[in-house]
């Protein structure tokens, strides 16, 4: 085998990102964090002041996505993460962006793709997928956390009343709702830390490989 893949999806802050770098780290594995790319997208089109809803112009942006140059940190405002869950229910972009996401899942000797649609669209074929879900609250409570150590105010009830909504858009849109594929195994991180989860994962990936 000259590549390995394993496709890690679930909605914000469900702990997705962590577990996907943690195993990367550990098989020495590349990693993508597809949000990022529909981050970019966003990015783009707002520092140019289009809006986020063109297709043409969106599709335009997403073909100049460039996977290596994509920083976590410039992309991580709140309202990139919002902008990115609009432009992200446009099927030119997601054709676009899905393909540049296919060629970095093909890199040697693995790849850690985490997302909302890589076990169903992206990766079909990736022999370990995995589903990660926490509670709405317990989702809300991490990235309250992380947003008060970033020195950042926002109140709890405002973070959950976002997740809620980003959720809503990211599992009713009709191009690749966020849901679990038919055989991903189900995490959920509600009460489980990250080397817990890091665990189970690893017992199945073992298994696989
Ligand atoms: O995970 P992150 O918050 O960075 O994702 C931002 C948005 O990008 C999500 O809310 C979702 O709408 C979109 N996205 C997507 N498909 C992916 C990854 C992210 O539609 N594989």
Redesign the pocket.
């Known amino acids: 085998q000259t590549h390995f893949t394993i496709a890690i999806?679930g909605p914000?802050a469900s702990g997705?990102?962590t577990l996907a770098r943690r195993i990367a780290d550990a098989y020495g594995y590349h990693h993508l964090?597809?949000?990022?790319?529909?981050?970019a997208v966003a990015k783009s089109l707002m520092d140019q002041n289009m809006p986020l809803d063109d297709e043409f112009l969106a599709e335009k942006a997403a073909r100049s996505v460039d996977l290596s140059r994509l920083d976590r940190d410039v992309?991580a405002a709140h309202d990139i993460?919002e902008g990115?869950?609009?432009?992200?229910?446009m099927p030119a972009v997601?054709r676009t962006l899905v393909a540049a996401?296919q060629s970095f899942a093909a890199r040697s000797p693995g790849a850690v793709l985490?997302?909302?649609?890589?076990g169903t669209v992206?990766c079909p074929d990736a022999p370990v997928k995995l589903y990660i879900t926490a509670s709405p609250e317990a989702r809300a409570r991490r990235r309250y956390d992380e947003i008060r150590l970033n020195g950042g105010s926002a109140t709890y009830e405002d973070i959950l009343n976002d997740l809620r909504r980003?959720d809503a858009?990211?599992m009713g849109?009709t191009d690749?709702p966020?849901k679990p594929a038919g055989d991903a195994h189900l995490l959920d991180t509600t009460e489980m830390d990250i080397e817990t989860a890091f665990l189970s994962a690893k017992t199945l990936i073992d298994q696989a490989l």
């Open positions: 999806d914000a997705k990102g964090d597809t949000g990022l790319t529909y981050r992309l993460g990115a869950s609009r432009v992200a229910v997601r996401q985490d997302g909302r649609d890589i992206v980003r858009r990211d849109r690749s966020l």
